[in-house]
C-alpha cells in the first residue's frame, strides 16, 4: 500500500474541503499572518492573557512559597508519597504527544490534513512539556539540586545518578523530547518567520522577525536544505512519541506496587496520552478557528479526523482497562484483585467511575459521524476526555498507593489548597503561553498551506 | 525590498553564537572552581578562635598526644573538643597569669564553655563516625592534615563527597599500621601499595561504597 494508496482510502468518504475558491498565495498569507501583524486583533485575546497571567502570578506565588517551605504544604505522606505533582506531570506530558504526532508521524505518513493544525499542536506539545517539566523538579526535597538528575562530570561527589532508575530515564527522554520538538518547531517556523519579517510594518517588528529568520531567503537551496532538516527531525520526532511516554510509564512499572507493576502500561500510557493529547487539540482549535476565521483552513474535515485518532485511541485506552481488570483476576494473586475491587467500589470508586464514564462511555458517541462533525459536541467531549484523563492519572498514581499490600498501611491523600493552586497555575502557564503564541507566531504553517493551495491547482 | 540588516550582522550573528557557546563552557568552569574553592569549601582557612590555641605548639613542640584532649575519637562517632578543665589540668600552674589565656580562666571560674569556631564539620545528611576510623587505620593526620605545623588551625582539605570517595574507593592508599594512627610525624612508606593491601585485608576494611553507609 502506497502512501498515496493510504491518502485515496482516507479521502474517500469525504475529501479534506479545498480552500475557497479564489484563493492565492496572498491571501492565505494574509489571512494568517495578519493576526500577527496586528490588523485583526481581538480584545478578548487580552481579557484571555489577563487571566492566564494571573493564574501564573498563583503559580509563581505557589512555587515560591513551596521552595520556602517545603513540600509539606503539598498533601503528599506516608503512604500516598506522589500526590498531584506526579499526576500533573504524567497528564502534561501525555498531552504534548499528539503535537508531535501529528507535526512528525502524520508527516512522514503523507497525511495531507495536519497541514493546518500541526503548527499549533507542535506549541502545544512543547507548552504542555514545559508545564510538565517543571513538577519533577519542584517535587524533590530540594529543588535548588534539581541539577544532579543530569549526568555532569566532574562533580564534586564523584558519583553518576542512578541510571537503574526511571527517574533518570525521565530526564533523558524528557529533555530529549523538550530539545527535539523545540528544534522542529522552530526550523518549521523559519519560512513563516520570514513571511513576517518581510511584510512587518514597523522597524522593531523587522529587527525582531529579521533576527528570529535567520536569514531565510526562500531560494532553492534554503527550500532544499529545509524538506531534508524536516523529515530528519521527523525521523527524530517520531520513535519520541512512543518513547517518551512508555519512560515515564516505568515510573510506575518498575515499583512492585499492585495496580502499577503492569506490563500493559507502556502502550496503554502511550494511548492515553495520544487521547488526552488529540483531546487538548481540539479544544485549542475549536475556539481558535471561530474567533480567527480559520474555518477555511480548519475545516470540519480536520476536526473529524482528529475525533477519529481519539476514538481508536480511546479504544486502546478501554482495552488496556478491561485487561487490567481480566489481569488481576486471572493471576489469582490476592494482592491484584483487591487493587482491582478497591478501585471499583473503595473510598476512591467515584474516581473510577467518572474515569469509566469520561474516558469509555461518553466518547463512544464519536463513533457517530454527526457528533464528529458537530463542534458543540466535540468541544464538549475534549474536555471531558480531559478531565477523565487528569482523573485516570490520579487513579493510577493515588489509588495504587493508598491502599497497597498491608492493611495497616493503607491511608487517604487530602490535597490541600497548594496542591490545587499549583495545578490551576500550571494550566495559566501553557495558557499565557499560548496566547502569546497566538499573538506573536503564525498559528497556522503559511509556506505549507500555500504548498496545499499549490497542490490544489494542480489537481485542478 | 530594502535590507534589514546592514551587512555586519553577518559577522555579529557568527560572533554571538560562537561566543555563547564560549561564554556558557567559561561560566560553567568558573562555577566549577568556585565550588572546589577555599571560599566555598573553606580548605586552608585558618579560623579565628575565642582562645588563640596552636597544636604546633602543644601536639608539636610539646608532644602532647591528640588523644589527651580529643578524648573520646576511638570510642565515640565525635572526637570530642576538649573541656576547659583538660586546659586547665596544665594552665592552673602554667601561665596562669598570661593575658591570652584570660578566656580560659573565666570559663573555669563561671562554669560558662569556651565558644570554639568549629573548624572540621561535615552537613548532617553525611554519618561521619571517628571510631571505626581510628580503629581501621586511618590516622589523625590523613584526613586533617599537618597539624602539627598549624599555629592557628585550619581544615586542611575540601571535606568534600569526592574527597572521602577518594579513601573509601582504594582504602589501601591511605591506611596505616595502628600504632602510628596517632603519630603526627607519619609519612606514608615507599611501599604504601603493598603495605596498604595488606592492611586492608587485615584489619578487615569493607562495605565502604555503599550509599547508606554514610548517608544513614
Known amino acids: ?460 | 525590498m530594502p535590507q534589514i540588516f546592514h551587512p555586519s550582522a553577518n559577522t555579529i550573528s557568527r560572533f554571538s553564537i560562537y561566543g555563547c557557546a564560549i561564554i556558557v563552557a567559561v561560566l560553567s568552569f568558573a562555577l566549577y572552581e568556585i565550588g572546589q574553592s577555599p571560599y566555598y569549601t573553606r580548605q586552608n582557612l585558618p579560623q579565628p578562635q575565642p582562645v588563640p590555641f596552636s597544636h604546633r605548639h602543644h601536639a608539636a613542640e610539646l608532644g602532647i598526644d591528640c588523644r589527651y584532649c580529643h578524648d573520646t575519637v576511638e570510642t565515640s562517632a565525635f572526637a570530642g573538643i576538649p573541656s576547659t578543665q583538660t586546659c586547665m589540668t596544665c594552665h592552673s600552674q602554667i601561665w596562669t597569669n598570661s593575658p591570652m589565656l584570660k578566656p580560659v580562666r573565666d570559663s573555669y571560674e563561671t562554669g560558662r564553655s569556651i565558644s570554639w569556631t568549629r573548624v572540621n564539620a561535615l552537613p548532617d545528611f553525611a554519618y561521619f563516625n571517628h571510631s571505626i576510623h581510628v580503629a581501621k587505620g586511618i590516622g589523625c593526620t590523613t584526613c586533617h592534615g599537618a597539624i602539627g605545623t598549624m599555629t592557628l588551625t585550619w581544615q586542611a582539605t575540601t571535606m568534600q563527597m569526592s574527597w572521602c570517595l577518594g579513601c573509601h574507593r582504594e582504602p589501601e592508599k591511605y591506611v596505616r599500621p595502628r600504632d602510628q594512627v596517632f603519630n603526627i610525624n607519619y609519612r606514608p612508606p615507599p611501599n604504601q601499595m603493598a603495605l596498604g593491601r595488606k592492611l586492608v585485608r587485615e584489619y578487615k576494611i569493607q562495605s565502604l561504597t555503599s550509599c547508606d553507609t554514610c548517608h544513614r
Open chain 1, 1 to 460: 500500500m502506497t502512501p498515496e494508496g493510504v491518502q485515496k482510502i482516507a479521502e474517500a468518504d469525504s475529501p479534506i474541503p479545498p480552500l475557497p475558491p479564489g484563493s492565492t498565495y496572498a491571501t492565505v498569507s494574509d489571512t494568517i499572518s495578519s493576526i500577527v501583524l496586528g490588523q485583526r486583533r481581538r480584545p478578548g485575546w487580552f481579557i484571555g492573557f489577563a487571566f492566564s497571567f494571573l493564574l501564573v502570578l498563583l503559580l509563581f506565588a505557589s512555587i515560591s512559597y513551596l521552595f520556602v517551605k517545603g513540600v509539606g504544604i503539598w498533601g503528599v505522606n506516608i503512604p500516598i508519597a506522589w500526590g498531584f505533582a506526579i499526576v500533573n506531570f504524567v497528564w502534561w506530558i501525555g498531552i504534548g504527544h499528539a503535537g508531535t504526532l501529528i507535526s512528525a508521524i502524520l508527516l512522514l505518513l503523507h497525511q495531507r490534513w495536519r497541514t493546518s493544525i500541526n503548527r499549533f499542536a507542535e506549541a502545544m506539545t512543547l507548552f504542555a512539556v514545559s508545564c510538565a517539566a517543571l513538577f519533577p523538579v519542584l517535587h524533590l526535597g530540594r529543588p535548588w539540586l534539581f541539577y544532579w538528575l543530569f549526568p555532569y562530570y566532574p562533580n564534586y561527589m564523584k558519583v553518576w545518578p542512578q541510571f537503574r532508575s526511571p527517574l533518570v530515564w525521565d530526564v533523558f527522554a524528557v529533555s530529549t523530547y523538550a530539545t527535539v520538538s523545540l528544534l522542529f518547531w522552530y526550523v518549521g517556523l523559519i519560512p513563516d518567520l520570514a513571511t513576517l519579517r518581510d511584510r512587518a510594518k514597523s522597524r522593531t517588528k523587522q529587527i525582531i522577525y529579521g533576527i528570529m529568520a535567520m536569514g531565510w531567503r526562500g531560494s532553492a537551496i534554503h527550500w532544499s536544505r529545509y524538506e531534508i532538516a524536516s523529515l530528519l527531525l521527523a525521523g527524530l520526532a517520531t520513535p519520541l512519541v512512543i518513547s517518551v511516554h512508555t519512560i515515564v510509564s516505568y515510573d510506575f512499572t518498575i515499583a512492585i506496587l499492585p495496580g502499577w507493576h503492569s506490563t500493559i502500561f507502556p502502550p496503554y500510557f502511550v494511548a492515553g496520552a495520544v487521547y488526552s493529547g488529540f483531546a487538548m487539540v481540539l479544544t485549542l482549535a475549536i475556539p481558535l478557528r471561530k474567533f480567527y476565521h480559520l474555518e477555511e483552513f480548519i475545516t470540519p474535515k480536520h476536526l473529524e479526523n482528529c475525533a477519529k485518532v481519539m476514538l481508536a485511541t480511546g479504544m486502546i485506552v478501554a482495552y488496556g482497562y478491561v485487561m487490567e481488570t481480566f489481569m488481576a483476576f486471572y493471576s489469582g494473586n490476592v494482592f491484584d484483585k483487591y487493587m482491582i475491587l478497591n478501585r471499583m467500589f473503595g473510598p476512591y470508586w467515584w474516581v473510577y467511575s467518572a474515569v469509566i464514564l469520561c474516558n469509555v462511555l461518553l466518547p463512544q458517541a464519536l463513533w457517530s459521524r454527526r457528533v464528529r462533525r458537530n463542534i458543540y459536541g466535540l468541544f464538549a467531549l475534549s474536555l471531558i476526555i480531559n478531565i477523565g484523563m487528569w482523573l485516570e492519572r490520579f487513579m493510577i498514581v493515588v489509588v495504587s498507593l493508598s491502599r497497597d499490600f498491608t492493611p495497616s498501611a493503607w491511608g487517604m491523600y487530602m490535597p490541600t489548597r497548594w496542591d490545587w493552586a499549583i495545578l490551576a497555575g500550571s494550566f495559566g502557564l501553557f495558557a499565557s503561553l499560548f496566547y502569546l503564541f497566538i499573538r506573536y507566531l503564525p498559528a497556522i504553517s503559511i509556506f505549507e498551506m500555500r504548498h496545499e493551495l499549490a497542490e490544489e491547482k494542480k489537481e485542478i
